[in-house]
């Protein structure tokens, strides 16, 4: 039976048919967010209620601390202020350009040549655009 309450819980938020793994629980004036990734669940809401009630839900059923703000997952820095929320990938990026070796590579502003230029051709063959989406 472990695990009920959570399964419960959950089943009653809606799950995102394009993201499996959020749910999302909404009524008049408030909303909580649940994001599940493996062993990671970032949760937040309108309401500290609701963020207080998930809490005990969880930890009611399984062994969980909680980490505090939000400043990173998957790979995305997330810094946050009173009304905006940043997300960015420079440590990721950082990472990147260090396990290629290459972080002292030099800089380009265009990854392609700016001497050639595209534009319509209007006398080719007409393509199904969606074949490449």
Same mark, same amino acid.
């Given at each position: ?11 009653? =938020?809606? $799950? ?5 793994? %959020?749910?999302? !629980?909404?009524? *008049?004036? /408030? #909303?909580? &967010?649940? @994001? ?30 909680? =980490?505090? $703000? ?5 790979? %995305?820095?997330? !810094?946050?202020? *009173?009304? /905006? #929320?940043? &997300?960015? @990938? ?44």
């Amino acid at each position: 039976m472990r695990g009920l309450a959570v399964c419960s819980y959950l089943m009653a =938020m809606r $799950e995102e048919k394009w993201i499996k793994t %959020l749910f999302i !629980k909404k009524s *008049k004036f /408030v #909303i909580i &967010l649940v @994001q599940i990734y493996v062993d990671d669940v970032i949760f937040g809401a309108t309401n500290d209620c609701l963020c207080e009630e998930f809490v005990t839900t969880m930890q009611g059923e399984f062994e969980m601390s909680m =980490m505090g $703000e939000l400043s990173f997952f998957l790979g %995305l820095q997330v !810094k946050q202020l *009173k009304n /905006v #929320i940043f &997300l960015s @990938q420079a440590k990721y990026c950082k990472e990147i350009l260090k396990k290629f070796e290459m972080e002292n590579y030099k800089e380009a502003s265009t990854p392609m040549s700016t001497n050639c230029y595209m534009d319509a051709d209007l006398v080719g063959k007409v393509v199904d655009q969606t074949k490449f989406r």
